[in-house]
């Protein structure tokens, strides 16, 4: 296809389609004619991802880029290239500086993981940085007086590890080659993230509604 | 207690507790001498919600000022008051033009709330913000080519329901009056967001280790 039905079928402006091949976040099409090139459902599909992971999950033009190299790393098998993409998602501010709060923190991050039996390894888990992001929450819970303890965050933990599961079944249903699946763990783990957020609000104003609304 | 233990207990600094004085996001202190005021935990206690707001939520000073109006209104119950509270925090972009995934994604919304029995009222629903950031998380799915049906949606909407009863549990057990539980509510609500979002990506990442890693 041209670049004009590109940008038709995935509903982005020719504009920011050509931003996009500028930047390396969409390989080159095909040329065909000194100024026309072809693109295929390949193009599509990284388009799409490009899409949600910059409108939708806020990343930037950068941290897009590391996320697509990490897609594209053959030298990396499917969980790893999964793992990567993720890790290069950003994840927030980063912790806080150093501060009672903080430790206290890493303590219990380190016995939730170890009483769920994540295969976390603390010489390496460290440094991914939802782990961060988890520590640097849990900090600040605990610096504002709600302090969070570890059996306050293990039913959250294990909920969403029963939704991991469904997460990923739902990439699997999606079908396609190996490299599809990827990419779609990758677009769902930040598209869903305002689904959840937004429903976790609807869920707290219908349980406040049957706890203290007027009768 | 005087303004630098308010400073010193709560963690922030003098000058941003002045700020925040200055903009009415803390009620005054009972004046001592010319230049003294004398402050009390409900200080301390409204402080550490401002800060949750700004710091870990992103919320604006504007957006926070009409947060704390809604918990201090005394025409509403605790269950109003929450949620309007909830109702002014920022909810992420408005929802894009209309186009055919929107009608798509408010469709399903609707299906799914119902399906739920939320107690959901499509007159007055469509304006809770929560609401609105539903829709636009599912037309942005929809229009990246990642259908997501109700029955996808359910069970991550009955999942966080359970969850929602465990935030307010968890509320509850921190006790106070009324109104503390109802500030409680408005700061977890916040605060636990990037807990969840960090669990969610580190229990990916275990389950796609369990179904795609090296054996």
């Known amino acids: 296809m041209r670049l004009s039905e590109l940008s ?3 509903g982005v402006a020719t504009a ?3 931003f996009y091949l500028r930047e390396g976040l969409l390989p080159p099409g095909r040329r065909i004619t000194a100024t026309q090139a072809e693109y295929d459902e390949r193009h599509l599909r990284r388009l799409r991802l490009v899409r949600a992971l910059i409108q939708v999950g806020g990343v930037s033009v950068a941290s897009a880029r590391e996320v697509l190299a990490a897609l594209d790393d053959d030298s990396l098998d499917q969980n790893e290239r999964l793992g990567t993409a993720v890790c290069a998602l950003p994840h927030g501010k980063p912790a806080d500086a150093d501060d009672p709060a903080m430790e206290t923190a890493r303590r219990r991050a380190e016995q939730l993981l170890e009483l769920l039996d994540w295969g976390y390894d603390p010489a390496t888990g460290a ?11 849990i900090a600040a819970l605990e610096r504002l007086g709600y302090p969070c303890t570890v059996a306050d965050l ?3 933990a294990r909920t969403l590890g029963r939704l991991a599961v469904n997460d990923l079944d739902l990439v699997e249903r999606y079908g396609g080659t190996a490299d599809e699946q990827v990419e ?3 677009a ?7 689904v959840l957020l937004a429903l976790r609000r609807l869920a707290e104003a219908e349980e406040s ?7």
């Not at 509604?209 to 009768?215: L, M, Q, V």
């Open 209 to 215: 509604r049957r706890r203290f609304g007027r009768k």
């Open 184 to 186: 779609a763990a990758v």
């Open 127 to 137: 440094t991914i940085p939802a782990y961060g992001m988890l520590v640097t929450a």
């Open 8 to 10: 038709r079928r995935s």
């Open 16 to 18: 920011t389609v050509k």
């Open 154 to 156: 293990e039913p959250y």
């Open 188 to 194: 769902l783990t930040v598209l869903y993230e305002p």
